[in-house]
């Protein structure tokens, strides 16, 4: 319900002037409650990210994530770093870490761990290629509508009954 009594049979308004300021004030008011919930509900969760943000900076990097984050030898990169970082402190979820990387390794078209000028030249080059075989194609279909619809044009409604009427007299 709304922060008034209106509903609750306490107070009713009763005069024109009275149902007009229930009419402006009760969105008004349910507007002010959305906005004092919300807030309280930011400085809960503002508080419970301070807290994970001053527990992870207080962490130390360990073994154990060492091999969370997926490498025997020891060593991690600045990237994979900030990553594992990224998903500890629930930043984002490993899901789009997955798809980011794999958007990555579409660009890195060469696999060198880098994108570079001549990656996005050969994907710009193979989406042509692709254009090209699609225009081709296009083409080809339009030649053989063209030329299934001329066949069809050559068959009048008299020859196909003709043809029809000869194909019983002979079977």
């Given amino acids: ?14 005069s024109p002037r009275m149902r007009l300021f ?3 004030y009760i969105p008004l008011l349910v507007g002010v409650m959305t906005h004092l919930l919300g807030s309280l509900a930011k400085l809960f969760l503002d508080l419970k990210i301070k807290s994970l943000m001053q527990h992870m900076n207080k962490r130390q990097l360990q ?4 091999l969370e984050i997926g490498h025997d030898d020891g060593n991690v990169s600045e990237i994979d770093f900030v990553a594992f970082m990224l998903c500890k402190m629930q ?17 890195d078209v060469d696999g060198n761990g880098h ?25 080809y279909k ?13 068959t009048t409604p008299r020859t196909m009954e003709s043809t029809v009427i000869g194909s019983v007299s002979h079977g």
């Fill in 63 to 66: 073994v154990t994530d060492l």
């Fill in 1 to 14: 319900m709304t922060a008034t009594t209106v509903g609750y049979g306490d107070f009713v308004p009763s």
């Fill in 22 to 24: 229930a009419v402006l």
């Fill in 142 to 154: 339009k030649r053989l509508l063209s030329s299934s619809s001329m066949d069809r044009g050559a």
């Fill in 91 to 107: 930043k984002v979820d490993k899901e789009l870490m997955e798809e980011l990387r794999s958007q990555f390794r579409h660009f």
């Fill in 115 to 139: 994108v570079s000028k001549s990656d996005l030249y050969q994907i710009f080059l193979s989406g042509l290629k692709r254009t090209d075989k699609k225009l081709q194609l296009s083409e």
